[in-house]
C-alpha cells in the first residue's frame, strides 16, 4: 500500500449504530487530519493530529469521537449520527503542521462515503 | 461573509481552450495559496501552491496571486479531456495549521 488509504470506501448506518473509519498513512508523516465534504459545501477541517496529540478541534460535535493510537493510524468513531452528517470523509497526512514560513503539503487519501439513514 | 469565495460552476469548456479558475478570499493572514485537483471518487491531489503574492507556472498550469485584490487565480492552457476535475483553492495563514477551502469549480474539458 502507498499514500494514504481509507476504510471503508463506502458506508451506510443507521442513526442509532455505531461504526469507525479508519485511515492510515504509508509516508512517514507526523501529522494527520480528518475532513468533512459535503455537497455544495467547502471542505471543512474536522481535527488535526500531530504526533499522536490532536492539537486542533473544529467545534466538531461530540457524536464524532477521533483517535490516533500512532503517527501512522487514525479513526473516526461514530454513534447516534444524523442524516446531515452523511458526506464524505477524508483523511490527510502531512510531515508537520507548518510554523511560521514552513509549508507542508497535505496528501489525502480517496475518502468514506458515508450514508446516515 | 465566507473566508475564500469560488464560483461552483460547473464550468464547460472546448478541448484546448485556455481555463480561468478564480477565487477571493477576505483574510488578510492568508499567506500560503493552493490548488487542488480533485477527481470523482479520489481525493484532493495538490497541483501548485504560492507563497505570498506573484506567478508560478508548471507546465500548462500558471497560479497567480494579487495580495492587494484578495484574489487569486488558475490557468490552464492547452486543456485536455484529462483536466476535467473539480478545483479547489486553499488557503493557509502563516503559522497556522487549519488549511481554509473553497466549494470547488467542477471543470469539463470536451473533446
Known amino acids: 500500500e502507498t499514500g494514504v488509504t481509507q476504510t471503508p470506501r463506502h458506508l451506510v448506518m443507521g442513526m442509532t449504530n455505531k461504526k469507525s473509519l479508519k485511515c492510515e498513512q504509508h509516508l512517514g508523516h507526523n501529522a494527520m487530519y480528518w475532513y468533512k465534504q459535503s455537497a455544495k459545501k467547502p471542505l471543512e477541517l474536522m481535527f488535526v493530529y500531530n504526533f499522536k496529540e490532536q492539537t486542533e478541534n473544529n467545534s466538531v460535535p461530540s457524536r464524532f469521537s477521533p483517535e490516533c493510537p500512532n503517527s501512522s493510524h487514525l479513526f473516526l468513531h461514530l454513534h447516534t449520527l444524523q442524516p446531515e452528517d452523511s458526506a464524505l470523509y477524508l483523511c490527510a497526512s502531512s510531515q508537520g503542521t507548518g510554523g511560521v514560513g514552513v509549508f507542508y503539503e497535505q496528501y489525502f487519501g480517496p475518502g468514506t462515503r458515508l450514508t446516515v439513514t | 461573509q465566507k473566508e475564500v469565495e469560488q464560483d461552483p460552476g460547473p464550468l464547460s469548456v472546448p478541448e484546448g481552450a485556455i481555463v480561468s479558475l478564480n477565487c477571493t478570499y477576505s483574510n488578510s493572514a492568508f499567506q500560503y495559496f493552493m490548488w487542488y485537483r480533485q477527481y470523482s471518487r479520489k481525493g484532493p491531489e495538490l497541483l501548485m501552491y504560492t507563497y505570498s503574492s506573484g506567478n508560478k507556472e508548471d507546465g500548462r498550469f500558471t497560479a497567480q496571486v494579487d495580495k492587494s485584490s484578495k484574489y487569486i487565480s488558475l490557468f490552464i492552457r492547452d486543456s485536455q479531456p484529462s483536466d476535467s476535475a473539480t478545483y479547489l483553492c486553499?488557503?493557509?495563514?502563516?503559522?497556522?495549521?487549519?488549511?481554509?477551502f473553497g466549494q470547488g469549480t467542477r471543470l469539463t474539458i470536451n473533446p
Open positions: 486553499a488557503m493557509l495563514a502563516g503559522g497556522a495549521q487549519k488549511l481554509v
